[in-house]
T-cell receptor
Framework: ETGVTQSPTHLIKTRGQQVTLRCSSQ?????VSWYQQALGQGPQFIFQYYREEENGRGNFPPRFSGLQFPNYSSELNVNALELDDSALYLC???????????FGPGTRLTVL | GESVGLHLPTLSVQEGDNSIINCAYSNSASDYFIWYKQESGKGPQFIID?????DKRQGQRVTVLLNKTVKHLSLQIAATQPGDSAVYFCAENPPYNTDKLIFGTGTRLQVFP
């Protein structure tokens, strides 16, 4: 059984740029959730994708968007990057719309 | 607003002792809670969960206690080992959104010999 994987591991961008982060869900899982974790804080829910559709969204602006593909992998896109977007971005997968979510290692995004 | 808080930001224990990590949650209607362990450079790792119809649940060396009266959750780790050193988060599943987890800021557990 393959766990949740994310790419890239680290990323450095400058203000105003756009970024795409990728996530492959655990085998057998059809739901992907994205979280932002600022340094020293707990993860904050961004949104969730279930069967290729957004299924719930946290308090994040529209410049945070996502996709889920037929193989249940997912992308997180962030436009017009701001310094405060610097964080660890975590992807979690689950089977169905349950709360038992399994996390990937995260992508560390630094915005300069 | 929504919040899941933790009483202690850092907990230091001696190897072999028992550890207790506490958490307060704000939504009395929440019906599902999870404890996660996060080691440096890694994503959160599921430890144990509990539903609101239970007061206690035991796993391997870990026990979660839920006190709905005071909206309090605790994680007990028996015979703490150096490998238990990490940041521990409790997460709450609000009833109006079954798929969203609300995390607290975390407690860092330090185990010393």
């Amino acid at each position: 059984e393959t766990g949740v994987t994310q790419s890239p591991t680290h990323l450095i961008k400058t203000r105003g740029q756009q970024v795409t982060l990728r996530c492959s869900s655990q085998s057998g899982h059809n739901t992907v959730s994205w979280y932002q974790q600022a340094l020293g804080q707990g993860p904050q829910f961004i949104f969730q994708y279930y069967r290729e559709e957004e299924n719930g969204r946290g308090n994040f602006p529209p410049r945070f968007s996502g996709l889920q593909f037929p193989n249940y992998s997912s992308e997180l896109n962030v436009n017009a990057l701001e310094l405060d977007d610097s964080a660890l971005y975590l992807c979690a997968s689950s089977f169905g719309r349950t709360a038992e979510q399994f996390f990937g290692p995260g992508t560390r995004l630094t915005v300069l | 607003g929504e919040s899941v808080g933790l009483h202690l930001p850092t907990l230091s224990v001696q190897e072999g002792d028992n550890s207790i990590i506490n958490c307060a949650y704000s939504n009395s209607a929440s019906d599902y809670f999870i404890w996660y362990k996060q080691e440096s450079g890694k994503g959160p790792q599921f430890i144990i969960d509990i539903r609101s119809n239970m007061d206690k649940r035991q796993g391997q060396r870990v026990t979660v206690l839920l006190n709905k009266t005071v909206k309090h959750l605790s994680l007990q780790i028996a015979a703490t080992q150096p490998g238990d050193s990490a940041v521990y988060f409790c997460a709450e599943n609000p009833p109006y959104n079954t798929d969203k987890l609300i995390f607290g800021t975390g407690t860092r557990l330090q185990v010393f010999p």
